[in-house]
Each structure stands twice: as C-alpha cells, then as structure tokens.
C-alpha cells in the first residue's frame, strides 16, 4: 500500500517549533513535504499575494520556504512544487489559540480553509497558549488525528480548526465557534520625533463563555474540533431576504 502524501504549512514560519514538532508526530503517518513561510505570517487570514512576485527557496526535497502567506504555500504546493497532490494538508501548530473570531484572522486557520478550497481533506492545529509553550500533546494528537482523516476522509467544503489546551487534557470535545467576547483595543504611541502610531490589541471577556463553544472546551482543559465550511453562505436568510426582492428590483424601462 502506498504512503500517504502529507502537506505541512504553519503562519509561524518554516523554522517555527510548532511546525517542527508537527512534522515529527507525523512522520509515521505517511510521507511529509512541508511548504511554509519564510517568517511569520499571522493574521493573514486567507491572503494571497496579488501584486508582489513569490521567491521559493528548496531547503531539501522535504521542506520548501516561501516569500508568503500560508495562502500563497498551498497554492504554490498543489500547482507547482508537489508532483502529486497530497491526502491531507495539517496546518500549524500555531503558538496561541485560535477561538471565535480570531478563526476569521487566522493563517493557520486560512491555510487549512485554502486546502478545502481545493479538495484535499484539511485541518489546522493550535496550541491555546502563547507561554510555556509545550507542543507534545498537541503533537501527539496531531498524529491521532491525521490517522483518523486518512482513514474516513472528510466532506466537501469543510476542514477542521483544532485547538489543544496547555496542561493537563481532560477530553476531547465537538465544538462550534464562539461568539465574540473580545473587546477590540487601539493603543496610541509615539515614536522619537513625536508621530503618532498605533498598536491593534485585544482582551479577553472570559465570563461569557458559552459551555458548547471552542473557548468552553479550552477553558474546561478538553481539545476542541470546530467544523468549519468553506461556503458562507448563510442559509436561513435566503428565504427572508427574498422578499426585499419587489422593492429592491430596478423597474424595466
């Protein structure tokens, strides 16, 4: 039986350790080519470079740096870098949770969600800590998963936001993806000639939480398993929104 054809990406960049230990704890599970950016990329989301030319530099036959976004890495492994188009396409494991919201800015999360894209069966893993960072259990299901995902395959159009507790894991948990308990901040500064810049931050509402949620399962140290779809469409709307149609609809002159 052949080996299965593994993608690794990451938005941390190709000599991130989260990316290193992903390719370790998948080294068993079929034959690994990772294509990364060359440095970190977060909060690209799903951008592809338009309007600048790409550089891929070929460290060995097994590991590709690209001048990009997670994005521009799988485009460029499925149309020109890998003779075959992988099984499966693992992005991560991100240093720091990627939960509600934050899926919407997410490269690790956009570079599992271009895999869908393009038909091969995807999954983005993030360790939800940005200290003490610890990537072995992450690792570890990493690998658990992959097997899984080989073996059943997944739907159409859909690909998996994994996010993995620092600690102790108590479980593993089915997830949807959170509504916004965020509050968005904008620090002002000043640089040496008196010039204004800013700094985008966040904080963090952890008293609203719903138990059913990606943040719910973290908070209660189980791995959460968001499905995510590539078609936002948001279905319930059509009928409702079909009766501003008369009233919306140019008059035929």
């Given at each position: 039986m052949p080996l299965k054809r593994i993608l690794i990406t990451n938005d941390d960049g190709i000599n991130a350790p989260g990316i290193k230990a992903l390719e370790q704890s998948l080294a068993t599970a079929g034959e690994v080519t990772v294509i990364a950016p060359d440095r970190e990329m977060s909060a690209t989301s799903q951008a592809i470079s338009l309007h600048t030319p790409l550089r891929v530099h070929r460290i060995d036959d097994r590991h590709y740096s690209v001048g990009g976004t997670p994005a521009d890495s799988v485009i460029l492994a499925l149309y020109h870098?890998?003779?075959?188009?992988?099984?499966?396409?693992?992005?991560?494991?991100?240093?720091?949770?990627?939960?509600?919201?934050?899926?919407?800015?997410?490269?690790t999360?956009?570079?599992?969600?271009?895999?869908?894209?393009?038909?091969?069966?995807?999954?983005?893993?993030?360790?939800?800590?940005?200290?003490?960072?610890?990537?072995?259990?992450?690792?570890?299901?990493?690998?658990?998963?992959?097997?899984?995902?080989?073996?059943?395959g997944l739907q159409p159009g859909m690909c998996l936001n994994v996010n993995v507790p620092r600690g102790e894991i108590h479980g593993v948990r089915i997830t949807r993806q959170s509504q916004k308990?965020?509050?968005?901040?904008?620090?002002?500064?000043?640089?040496?000639?008196?010039?204004?810049?800013?700094?985008?931050?966040?904080?963090?509402?952890?008293?609203?939480?719903?138990p059913d949620s990606d943040y719910g399962a973290i908070l209660a140290h189980e791995i959460s398993i968001t499905p995510l779809q590539v078609d936002r469409t948001h279905y319930p709307?059509?009928?409702?929104?079909?009766?501003?149609?008369?009233?919306?609809?140019?008059?035929?002159?």
């Open positions: 870098i890998l003779p075959q188009r992988p099984d499966l396409l693992v992005s991560g494991i991100n240093a720091g949770g990627n939960l509600g919201e934050n899926v919407v800015y997410s490269g999360v956009g570079g599992a969600v271009e895999g869908a894209v393009h038909g091969v069966p995807s999954f983005a893993i993030s360790l939800a800590s940005r200290k003490d960072l610890d990537f072995s259990h992450a690792a570890a299901f990493a690998g658990q998963l992959a097997a899984k995902v080989l073996e059943d308990i965020t509050q968005n901040l904008v620090v002002k500064q000043f640089d040496p000639r008196g010039r204004p810049h800013y700094w985008l931050d966040e904080t963090i509402e952890l008293s609203d939480v719903e709307s059509m009928n409702h929104l079909s009766q501003w149609l008369p009233e919306l609809t140019l008059a035929k002159k």
